[in-house]
Nanobody, 115 residues
Framework: QVQLVESGGGLVQAGGSLRLSCAASGISRSIDVMTWYRQAPGKVRELVASINSGGTTNYADSVKDRFTISRDNAKNTVYLQMNSLKPEDTAVYSC?????????WGRGTQVTVSS
């Protein structure tokens, strides 16, 4: 059974940085796409950033030039480096992975940015 575990969330002041990690276990296939989403209270979930197996990345306009997604294929882990954090970045951040025959989601980690 594939499991994803996110870590690295917490409370940070505006302008600060956090690095999220999401480690996948129980998967023996190559992971195609690894994605970070976030959902703030009362808002719909939005895609934050994604990275495919070739290293091509995609970002939401709201986080471009502030967030960086990366992956370590040997560890089946995806990272999200978040710099210059703003109060509007406050949300539960979840990761998702997709492979040829399926996909899986993590439970999320809370990120709170104080002003």
């Amino acid at each position: 059974q594939v499991q994803l575990v996110e870590s690295g969330g917490g409370l940070v002041q505006a302008g600060g940085s956090l690095r999220l990690s999401c480690a996948a276990s129980g998967i023996s296939r190559s992971i195609d796409v690894m994605t970070w989403y976030r959902q703030a209270p009362g808002k719909v979930r939005e895609l934050v950033a994604s990275i495919n197996s070739g290293g091509t990345t995609n970002y939401a306009d709201s986080v471009k030039d502030r967030f960086t997604i990366s992956r370590d294929n040997a560890k089946n882990t995806v990272y999200l480096q978040m710099n210059s954090l703003k109060p509007e970045d406050t949300a539960v951040y979840s990761c998702s992975i997709a492979w040829a025959s399926g996909s899986s989601w993590g439970r999320g980690t809370q990120v709170t940015v104080s002003s």
